[in-house]
């Protein structure tokens, strides 16, 4: 099925710019133009107050709501946690003689808005044509602090054009907003109050008791003289402002949220602890708050940004997902993890699933490795969770969930919380990838190697024998795919569950080598006997990996060689998406499948399979994915590149940097897609790059796209920052700080240090 762009954007190598306002885009640019610092992130809508369709959306990580669901039987949920919508900090309302400001009813002309990459600020500014025939000019600037994760700024500017008057704003607090979802809002206000020009309020959610302060101070060049507002769940200032024909004037709202989310503070502590930071914020100048964003992100791009000549819509869509992958996460607060939407919207409830392992990890491993240890970190504070879950579904150790936000499983669907096993083997490779890559072993030995007991111990005991086969298999399970439904040994599962027991049997024999009284230590902790390492080896060297001999393809389930063909390409566009327009139980009729299942494994441990096997598989299971989850193209993009498969390889790839900028699922105004946002910069890196992470060495082998110019692009590789430029000609690779490393290159290896490396780019590797 052919993705068709909706462009309306500018294109921009360092910003995202809308000229013109669209209300049937409004929600879609609401997402695009979202700011988070991974403590908090507010979507793009009109802080003024907007009648028509909009998502007010404020959302803070690990800040959850839960209710329960309709369920008796065991091992399947009984309640749910997802992500709330939280506090309005940017609530407005302005209003000039009596007429009040709203896009979905005012006239207004020259809008504009924009996310600069580069001052991490959001600015949208217009013409308000009043009914009176005057005209004033707003902007609005905001921004997120990347440096004080508690705080927000919002700036409004006005300029009289035609007239001299007066402008009255009311600015606040508000946890009236509604959950999308639940259809109210999830907040009770417990406290609120006006001290020494703060303004704050204190909310808990109505069932977990989550609690938020949030408080915020006023800045003006104009004597504001507010007045204090308070009602139900809001507490804010009004004020009147004196406007000057053609002189501009404007006020800054500095704001502090301070969330609670484990009820490990009072009410009194908290409120204590907010009001502490909203004082420190009262001190702050606002240019000095701009200041430093704008130095956070001059940091980040001079070790992170990846450049393209000769594409600008690429150049803009890599950086706007860098942008928003650091927006994400950069590992400050290890409780918190990576949801499917980032916070950016309501979709997919804020919850992580099995992506963060095996798609956002390598764009922290080689960026930012302490996010990338903080996203480990998650899993093994979440253990106990994980334990308690093994235990209901009937098994042993650890089984992490496929949906979390706090650890335990908030998936509603049976047959993806309970048959979706590869969430523990996709934490596992992602301790493997972590510690290979980076040599912490001490979070190995730490944290590491408990985690990896404990989820072996699941998958020993979820696991069975063959009756005739006599081979180790997992019966009744639903792999990556997710259009096969309740079936016997998904090669995908059973081979990572095979690397799970291998991994976890060298590990800890390490240990036992190197550090005898540690090992002692967890061996002691977590009840381990050399009995179980014995099973979990016969297990593994007895897994059964469904293939065909003779093709070298491997079979992505018992039976599924079997299965009734179906031409995805017969299938009407208007039938997609399938989900939509298709019986659920239709879905599992065919060989159909929904995104990569054997070819992800392939991607993972890429080195340990021939280029014959690799493209066996890729030639048989592409012509039949149909790329309903928008994770999938990135990997066949990335297995394309190296099969020399080119042209097929930058189809796969077009729309990878640009699939929400362009909207090409159509539902980009649900969120951003953070974590095939992360897939865009594997698709360049891993795809184009020929970066392998899984072998002895880090290695590439560049080619170049014909469409481009040039790129480059920075990876951090024990503690050695390395650039790689690739030219029409020549690849050039030099350490930028940090030293010199060994890396491979075309297969041979190569020091690089300070000195640059020039190499030719190999022949016949330029891609269509």
């Known amino acids: 099925m052919a993705k068709v762009a909706d462009k309306y954007l500018k294109v921009d190598p360092w910003a995202v710019i809308e000229e013109g306002f669209d209300p049937e885009r409004n929600r879609v640019s609401e997402s695009i133009f979202s700011l988070g610092n991974e403590y908090m992130g507010v979507r793009g809508y009109p802080e003024e107050g907007y009648s028509g369709d909009m998502l007010l959306g404020s959302y803070f990580n690990g800040l959850y709501e839960e209710h329960a669901i309709g369920n008796h039987y065991k091992g399947i949920i009984r309640s749910l946690r997802y992500m709330v919508n939280a506090v309005d900090w940017l609530y407005t309302r302005i209003t000039v003689d009596g007429e009040q400001l709203d896009l979905a009813h005012s006239k207004v002309k020259d809008f504009r808005r924009r996310l600069d990459f580069r001052t991490g ?259 093994y504070n979440t253990l106990p969770e994980a334990m308690q879950r093994a235990r209901d579904v009937d098994c042993e150790g650890a089984c992490y969930p496929i949906a979390t936000i706090d650890g335990t499983e908030s998936c509603d669907l049976w047959q993806h919380s309970n048959l979706q096993l590869h969430v523990g083997t996709a934490v596992s490779y992602g301790i493997w990838h972590y510690v290979k890559n980076t040599g912490d072993k001490e979070f190995l030995y730490s944290k590491g190697a408990e985690m990896l007991i404990q989820i072996s111990r699941f998958y020993a005991t979820r696991g069975q024998w063959g009756a005739r086969s006599g081979e180790y298999g997992y019966f009744g399970v639903m792999g990556p795919d997710e259009f096969q439904l309740m079936v016997n040994n998904n090669c995908y599962i059973n081979l990572m569950a095979k690397k799970l027991f291998e991994y976890t049997g060298d590990a800890l024999a390490e240990m036992r080598e190197s550090v005898p009284e540690r090992f002692a230590l967890l061996a002691d902790l977590t009840g381990l006997r050399d009995d179980e390492l014995a099973d979990w080896a016969n297990k593994a060297e007895h897994m059964k990996i469904p293939s065909d001999p003779a093709s070298g393809v491997y079979e992505e389930h018992d039976g599924f060689f079997d299965m009734p063909h179906i031409d995805i390409h017969s299938i009407p566009v208007s039938e997609f998406p399938l989900y939509s327009n298709w019986s659920y139980d239709r879905l599992y009729r065919y060989d159909m499948i929904k995104q990569p299942d054997v070819l992800m494994f392939m991607f993972l441990y890429n080195s340990e399979f021939t280029r014959e096997a690799k493209l066996a598989n890729y030639d048989y299971y592409e012509p039949r994915c149909i790329h309903e989850s928008s994770l999938s193209p990135s990997i066949h993009s990335i297995l394309a590149s190296e099969l020399g498969k080119h042209d097929e390889a930058y189809r796969f790839f077009e729309f990878a940097t640009r699939l929400d900028l362009d909207n090409y699922n159509r539902n980009t105004r649900e969120g951003l897609h953070t974590t095939s946002i992360a897939a865009a910069w594997m698709n360049i890196v891993y795809g184009f790059g020929g970066m392998r992470s899984d072998g002895e060495r880090l290695s590439f082998s560049p080619t170049l796209p014909e469409r481009w110019t040039s790129y480059s692009f920075n990876v951090l590789f024990e503690g050695v920052l390395i650039r790689l430029a690739v030219g029409q000609e020549t690849v050039q690779l030099q350490a930028v700080s940090g030293g010199c490393t060994e890396i491979m290159v075309y297969g041979h290896r190569l020091s690089v240090g300070p000195d640059m490396v020039v190499l030719p780019l190999a022949e016949g590797l330029v891609a269509g």
């Open 121 to 379: 600020t959001y600015c949208r500014e217009f013409v308000w044509l009043l009914g009176s025939g005057k005209e004033l000019k707003l902007t609005f600037t905001r921004l997120v602090s990347m440096k004080m994760s508690h705080l927000g700024l919002q700036q409004v500017a006005f300029e009289p054009l035609n007239f001299t008057g007066e402008v009255q704003v009311c600015t606040g607090l508000d946890f009236g907003a509604v959950h999308e979802e639940r259809g109210q809002s999830m907040w009770k206000s417990l406290r609120s109050g006006s001290a020494e020009g703060i303004t704050a309020i204190m909310a808990e959610t109505l069932t977990t008791g989550n609690r938020l302060f949030s408080g915020f101070v006023l800045h003006s060049p104009a004597e504001l003289n507010p007045c204090a507002v308070e009602r139900d769940r809001f507490a804010g200032q009004s004020f009147t402002l004196p406007l000057i024909e053609g002189e501009r004037i404007h006020y800054t709202k500095l704001a502090v949220n301070c969330a609670d989310t484990g009820n490990a503070r009072s009410q009194e502590q908290l409120w204590e602890e907010g009001m502490k930071l909203a004082a420190a914020a009262a001190e702050l100048e606002a240019e000095d708050v701009f200041e430093a964003q704008a130095a956070y992100w001059k940091e980040i791009w001079e070790t992170s940004d990846i450049s393209i000549e000769g594409d600008p819509e690429n150049q803009q869509g890599i950086r706007f997902c860098i942008f928003q992958l650091y927006q994400t996460y950069h590992g400050d607060h290890p409780g918190y993890n990576i949801g499917a939407k980032g916070l950016t919207g309501e979709a997919y409830r804020g919850l992580a699933f099995w992506d963060t392992e095996s798609y956002c990890l390598p764009f922290y491993l080689f960026n930012n490795p302490k996010a990338a240890r903080s996203l480990l970190e998650f899993r």
